[in-house]
């Protein structure tokens, strides 16, 4: 499967480079979506590769993501160029994967800031590299490992502002673990980025489904009137429930196949007619349907592999003495001493002439 996705995101990438210079149309279509907010939808094998939008404010403009293709991008700057002379100020990478970020170079050039959450910057490079595995091109890895990088990262989410109109950048799990959506509050509008797959077999390779599952009730909770999907058409809160739908029915099948003690190859051939029945219409079926069910399954056994969040600046070194204590739920710790994992007893007001700082700190003293 990891094959599949491969060739597939390999020959969209690299037929988008090539043909970039002379690109005819658009590989996307624009779709207004409220006043100044546009989504650009990117088709299942065009070289766009995903969708884009771009909102429009008293002062500039915002992207969010750049597609799989520096071509495409150029046609999507063309575009808003027919719209407005306003200059692009920001860039919204919703996530680091190759299809959303290939851009980035093109928007940067025209001047725009490129924000998104810390770990797109930490993998932008190097988790982009596992598409190809072990007969990545010389050119391709050099081009992956010279991505324009995101110059602003946050942990939580950023508020900007095109002068009165704000933007709400907000970090959500599910799909990575670094996945930021972004609200047009103004006009009823989700960029969800690939947080939501509309009528679309998600690519779950860095996904935590039980984490995304509530997410997506948050992201309905917004009220809005359209959610716009890395990959599909706009839709409603509707298509973001029949997202959750799926990715709740994988679970389940994957923990009926797993209790009845079926693995690997036999598990896959086992979930996959009960996903055929019922999403077989989805688009990326083929390409993905395999892998998710082979991913879910690892992912519930505890031993799917993920990228590794980068350092955020609250985890960073403490410049103090740190201790990892352990307290017991509703144990009253003595007074200014608490036990050390090695059973001695703690002072905390001087610890060797230092403040200490607690590292699990459940329960009441
Ligand atoms: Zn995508």
Same mark, same amino acid.
């Not at 279509?29 to 990117?42: D, M, R, Y």
């Not at 959500?172 to 103004?186: A, L, M």
């Given at each position: 499967?990891? #094959? ?32 100044? *907010? ?12 995903? @969708? ?9 403009? +915002? ?14 700057? =063309? ?11 920001? *860039? ?9 970020? @290939? ?20 993998? &932008?490079?190097?988790? @982009? ?39 709400? *950048? ?16 103004? +006009? ?14 998600? @690519? ?36 973001? #429930? ?5 990715? &709740? ?25 009960? &996903? ?12 993905? =349907? ?35 204590? #352990? ?17 001695? &007893? ?20």
């Amino acid at each position: 499967m990891r #094959k599949t996705l491969r060739a597939v995101l390999a020959a969209v990438a690299l037929c988008g480079m090539a043909l970039a210079a002379n690109a005819p149309a658009p590989d996307f279509k624009l779709e207004k979506l409220g006043e100044g *907010v546009w989504a650009a939808i990117g088709s299942d094998s065009g070289k766009a590769g995903a @969708n884009a939008g771009f909102v429009v404010g008293e002062d500039g403009v +915002a992207v969010i993501d750049t597609f799989e293709d520096p071509g495409a991008a150029k046609d999507l700057l =063309a575009e808003i160029r027919k719209i407005t002379p306003l200059p692009i100020r920001f *860039v919204v990478n919703t996530h680091y994967h190759l299809d959303h970020v @290939n851009g980035n170079d093109v928007f940067a050039a025209a001047g725009a800031t490129i924000l998104a959450q810390r770990n797109v910057r930490a993998w &932008m490079r190097t988790e @982009n590299l596992k598409w190809w595995g072990d007969k990545i091109k010389p050119e391709v890895k050099a081009r992956v490992e010279s991505l324009q990088l995101p110059d602003v990262v946050y942990d939580q989410g950023v508020d900007l502002y095109l002068g009165s109109r704000k933007i709400e *950048v907000r970090s959500y799990p599910g799909h990575t673990g670094g996945d930021s959506i972004v609200y047009v509050q103004d +006009a009823g509008v989700v960029f969800c980025g690939d947080l939501f797959w509309n009528r679309h077999i998600p @690519n779950l390779i860095d996904a935590t489904t039980k984490a995304w599952i509530p997410t997506l009730d948050t992201l309905v909770g917004y009220g809005a009137g359209k959610f716009v999907p890395g990959h599909g058409e706009p839709g409603t809160a509707l298509d973001m #429930k029949a997202f959750q739908q799926y990715l &709740m029915d994988l679970r389940a099948e994957v923990a009926h196949a797993q209790s009845a003690g079926t693995r690997e190859d036999a598990l896959v051939q086992a979930v996959l007619p009960q &996903m055929q029945a019922k999403y077989d219409s989805w688009g990326y079926f083929k390409e993905f =349907a395999k892998s998710n069910i082979q991913q879910t399954a690892e992912e519930l056994a505890g031993t799917k592999r993920r990228p590794q969040p980068a350092e955020s600046a609250t985890s960073a070194t403490p410049t103090v003495p740190y201790l990892p204590l #352990k307290v017991r739920l509703g144990e009253k710790a003595p007074d200014f001493s608490l036990p050390a994992t090695d059973g001695s &007893m703690v002072r905390l007001s001087a610890f060797q002439g230092h403040p200490v700082l607690l590292d699990i700190y459940e329960g009441f003293w």
